[in-house]
């Protein structure tokens, strides 16, 4: 060998950022370490020079890998381990490390050399990662994480359980697989617009399960970025606060239901009025109003009892929101009065509907009360009339059918209700 040659490989040996040790055929004195494996150990080259690597064990070495150690050095076999190993100061690192036989030109065995590094940090980092997938895991709430692209890498049990996606479903798809189609363009946009600069972006979102059910959930979608500032991941954290949602729905139904018919109530009913008055403005589409009374009511109270005449105004209410279409409000507007408002419905077609409730229900015979009819007002919203004006204009009308005999429909005149 060159003297050029061996002085590169001293240089390198010298150099080397990992650290290397020479040791006798024994694998027991050293007999060279290079300044990485000093600078790993604490010991000087004339400390560790003809002395065994023994000193670098401690409490914590793990024996078994000690033993499948000597175990190569007798059989001059290459070895590759990881253990705790102890530096002068007493203090612990972990090391990974392979001893190779080296061989003379005859064959025999004359040291072992070994390439060492302190994985130390590696080896915490990936415990802190492990725990920190373990503890994601155990959080109640779903998460969800995604690459740059909003493909799914990783979902924790508890996303798995509220979506009803496994982890072997859910990575590798996207979050669309949870759209319920109930959020609009907008909604999206600033979704989008929100995670392109940089922002978290919360909001209540309507899922879709896997079985095909709704859930509400209040999610934040945070994006994550490298050191450059580049987004690499995004990650989702999410409650689902469905039983909060129904909560609150039966919360508002009380408020703008009718607990005897299941109707919505005069509050409930005038909102959807203003709502249905300003549609039809703003599309210029006809809205019609049925005010229906049941004749001699009082009657009826009189002569059966107020639990029967409470099932009758149910009776009565049923068969309202059967004639109609499932778009049409049927409210209960107070006593024995109900208000049916007919979206996009022309004066005409209504008063088709009022003929066919009036024959339907002259039709029926109640078990214990017999007959029963209705009367009803019908009017059809004018341009630039109020909700108030609409509903006296119908209420006029149904005055002038309980005067033209009951059991009838009359249609409202422009400014009636005045
Ligand atoms: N059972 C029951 N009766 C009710 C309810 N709300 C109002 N009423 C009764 O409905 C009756 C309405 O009587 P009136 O306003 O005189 O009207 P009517 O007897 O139907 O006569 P016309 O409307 O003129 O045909 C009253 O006796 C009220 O007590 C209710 O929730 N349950």
New binding site residues.
Partial sequence: MSTSTLQLLQAAFLQSWNAIVITDAKGLQVEFANPAFCAMTGYTMEELQGRTLRMLQGPDTDRAVIEHLHQCLNEARYFEGTATNYRKDGSSYLVHWNISPVRGDDGALTHFISVQQDVSAYIQSERKNRLLARALDAASDPVMLTDAAGRIIFVNTAFSHVTGYGADEAVGATPAVLRSGLHDEAFYSALYRSLAEGRDFRATFVNRRRDGSLFHAEQSISPVCDERGQVTHYVSVSKDISERVSKEQALLDAATRDP?TGLHNRRGGEKILAEAQADARKHGRPLSLLVC??????????RF??????R??RDVACMLRLAVRSRDAVIRW????FVIVLDSCTEARAAELAERIRGRVDAHRDAEVGALTL?MGLATLLGGETVQQLVGRADAALYDA?RGG?NRWSVARPGSGD
């Fill in positions: 005897l009374d049941i004749d001699h009511f009082k009657r009826v109270n009189d009892g107020h639990p029967v005449g409470d009758v105004l107070g006593g024995e009065e009367s309980k009951r």
